[in-house]
Every structure is written in C-alpha cells, then in structure tokens.
C-alpha cells in the first residue's frame, strides 16, 4: 500500500537531503523516459512530480515522503542533447555524490523507454552504476505504446546488451502510467525491501 505522498526538499548537495533515517528509492533516467508520469501514477498524484516541460532544466534531487516510512527521489535526467557541458558535468558530480554518499539508499529504478530497442546512453549509465556497485532495478516504461509482443522484444533485446555488461541481471519491471500495468508489482518490490 501506499497511502501518502508527500514533497519534502529540493537539493543540490546531498549532504542537505533529508536524514537518512529510512529506506530511500531513487528514480533516474533520460529526459522524456516517463519519470514524472511514473512517480505520479506510483503515489496517485496529479501533479507530485511534474511532467517535463524543459528537459534537462531541473537539476535537483528532489525527496519525497512517503507515509512516513520511505523516501522517494527523483533524480535529474540524463542525457539531454541542449544542455551544455557545464551543466553535464554539474551533473555527473551531483549525482555520483548522491549515489555513492546516501547509505540508505535501497533501490536505484533506471527507467528505460519500452518502445526502443537499446539505447547507448542508457546502457552507458547502467554500466556506470555498475561500476560504482549500485542496486540497479530496470523500470521499462510506457508499455501501453505498443503491442505487448513488442514491448517484450524491446525488454529481451535490452536484457541481452545487459547480459554482456553483468554477471548477474538486474531486477526490472514493465510499467505504463496510463494503464498502471506494473504499479502494483512495482510497490511490492518496494514493500518488501522497505520491510525487511
Ligand atoms: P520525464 O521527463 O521523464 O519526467 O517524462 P514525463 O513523465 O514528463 O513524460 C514525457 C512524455 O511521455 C509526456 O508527454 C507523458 O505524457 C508521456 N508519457 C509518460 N509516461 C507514459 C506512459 O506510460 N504511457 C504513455 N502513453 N505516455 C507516457
């Protein structure tokens, strides 16, 4: 269950984020993936994280509370052709601080857009992850676009440019915001590692 979605801070220094005192699950991916659209359909808000006007703009990690015992962030997209170098690099250095520098954190969701084959830039930062030892969670989103055949070719062929980087696959999950397909598999992933 998830009952109550509440904003607590914008940050850019993640030693300023809320105390790390529950169980944290970070949202990330490229501009346009459906990470606003996914943390609202997530906590039955309209407008809890709002849907992307000027991509690339934000560059905020962004804590919110959820029914007192675990925080969701929405983390910065990636990957956005506009923004310049200075703004990349701001970003690259905020958010490897944030993902190396918060012990609570339990989940990183990297969402994937479900109606690609794999992309470069996605495969790239997951590798990072990687690298820096993450628990990396695959959230494909807007399953509702296509056929579920093709979504499915999309999801295998993603899984197999993985199976090349790691050892072992990490979890994933296919969602759509519009028909909820995955909330419910979704929070119970969440569920069980909040409990634990
Ligand atoms: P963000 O930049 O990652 O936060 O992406 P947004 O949530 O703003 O979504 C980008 C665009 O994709 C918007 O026009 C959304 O309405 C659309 N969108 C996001 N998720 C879905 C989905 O599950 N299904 C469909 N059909 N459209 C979606």
């Known amino acids: 269950m998830l009952k109550n979605a509440r904003f607590l801070t914008s940050n850019t220094d993640h030693r300023k984020c809320p105390p790390a005192n529950k169980p944290e699950f ?5 501009s346009n993936v459906g990470k606003s ?3 609202n359909m997530l906590t039955n808000h309209k ?3 709002k849907i992307s006007g000027k991509p690339g703009k934000t560059q905020l990690i962004n804590h919110f509370d959820i029914d007192g015992r ?3 962030v929405d983390l910065p997209g990636y990957g956005f052709a506009k923004v310049n170098k200075k703004l990349k690099a701001d970003w690259d250095k905020m958010i490897r601080a944030y993902l190396t520098g918060r012990e609570n954190l339990t989940a990183v969701f990297v969402l994937i857009d479900s109606r690609h084959s794999p992309q470069k830039i996605d495969l ?3 590798q990072w992850c990687g690298q820096l030892q993450l628990p990396v969670v695959l959230l494909f989103t807007k399953a509702d676009k ?3 055949s093709k979504t499915s070719q999309n999801v295998h062929q ?3 440019e993985m199976e090349k980087l790691f050892v072992e696959l990490p979890e994933f999950f296919v969602t759509s ?3 909820f397909e995955g909330r419910d598999e979704l929070i119970g992933f969440i569920e069980e590692n909040v409990a634990e």
Do not use: K, P
Not at 26 to 30: D, L, N, Q, S, Y
């Open 70 to 72: 675990w925080y969701m």
């Open 177 to 179: 915001a519009v028909t």
């Open 124 to 126: 790239e930062f997951i």
């Open 47 to 49: 407008h809890l994280a």
């Open 158 to 160: 993603f899984l197999d």
């Open 37 to 39: 659209s996914l943390i």
């Open 146 to 148: 296509q056929s579920h």
């Open 26 to 30: 970070a949202f990330i991916g490229r």
